[in-house]
């Protein structure tokens, strides 16, 4: 059930701020060029949130988190 939704750069920094605070500990958003990705992973140890920043730094996103 993707969802695919346009808005402008000042309403994705709102967004932004609201998923951050809906995700304490982990990752919450991923972005590459004009294509951005809110996510929810939430991590319970310091490595598991690196390691899930590794991996999706490796594939060239730009890795939003908290926790770190």
């Known amino acids: 059930m993707n969802r695919v939704y346009q808005m402008s750069q000042k309403e994705y920094q709102g967004l932004l701020q609201v998923a951050s605070e809906q995700v304490p500990f982990g990752v919450y958003a991923i972005e590459k060029q004009d294509y951005a ?24 996103f730009k890795v939003h988190a908290n926790g770190r």
């Open 37 to 60: 990705e809110l996510r929810c992973d939430k991590c319970k140890s310091v490595t598991k949130l690196k390691n899930l920043m590794r991996q999706f730094k490796a594939q060239g």
